[in-house]
Nanobody, 125 residues
């Protein structure tokens, strides 16, 4: 069992930055691939970024490439999402997720086993 708790969301002006954190419980955090997803009310959940369990592989949705960076600290059981040059269309609830042995399926939400409760990010124009 893995419990995930996100933090770092809030209100920011366009072109500003935020860093989201996702703290995981348990001693097996380093076994899990980790992902960030976002959702706007009335729309489907969207993949944002993911990182393999070792941190050696990352994947991003095209709309955030060059602006967002995912990283992890296995010693702290935490995964981060650094978001720069934020745009109003980045406004959403951001959730982190954990999954085992995802391989090339890092972007597929249904493959993840555990989810956090989400944190709201609002970007004003």
């Amino acid at each position: 069992q893995v419990q995930l708790v996100e933090s770092g969301g809030g209100l920011v002006q366009a072109v500003g930055s935020l860093r989201l954190s996702c703290a995981a419980s348990g001693r097996t955090f380093s076994s899990y691939d980790m992902g960030w997803f976002r959702q706007v009310p009335g729309k489907e959940r969207e993949f944002v970024a993911a990182i393999s369990r070792s941190g050696g592989r990352t994947r991003y949705v095209d709309s955030v490439k060059g602006r967002f960076t995912i990283s992890r600290d296995n010693a702290k059981n935490t995964v981060y999402l650094q978001m720069n040059s934020l745009k109003p269309e980045d406004t959403a609830v951001y959730s982190c997720a954990a999954g085992l042995d995802l391989g090339n399926r890092l972007q597929i939400g249904a493959r993840y086993d555990y989810w956090g409760q989400g944190t709201q990010v609002t970007v004003s124009s």
